[in-house]
């Protein structure tokens, strides 16, 4: 009988599990708050939004292909799956950039109506 209880509980355990999505998943809420990375390749901007760390990034973490997003119709929706009042710092450190003012505009107004404090970080 313990071992049927058992079977039964992994296997409804195991039925909440999928598989991994393509779309990079950010949480809520981070303590350290959020770190937005911006680069351009090819004519494309491309972005990233990281959790909060108290170490730099790697150039491969931060432009590794699990966690980057091809322009704003990307970054768009992970930056408005934030909570509210959370903290996100824009960093361009070499060879990273940030992009045309136009874009820099469209990010800080998304931030504004999700209620994000975003820092820009030159």
Known sequence: MKF????????????????????PAVPQESMKGYELYSWESDGTWYFSL???????????EIQAPD????GIDELKPM??????????????????????????????????DQGLNLSIVE
Do not use: H
């Open 79 to 112: 930056l408005e799956s934030l909570a509210s009042g959370q903290y996100v710092t824009w960093m361009a450190v070499d060879p990273l950039a940030f992009p045309p003012e136009e874009i820099i505009q469209q990010v800080e107004k998304i931030c504004r």
């Open 67 to 70: 966690v980057a997003l091809q």
């Open 50 to 60: 990281l959790i909060g760390t108290n170490r730099l990034k790697t150039l491969e």
């Open 4 to 23: 049927i209880v058992c079977a039964i509980l992994g296997l409804t355990a195991l039925s909440g599990c999928s598989p991994a999505s393509a779309t």
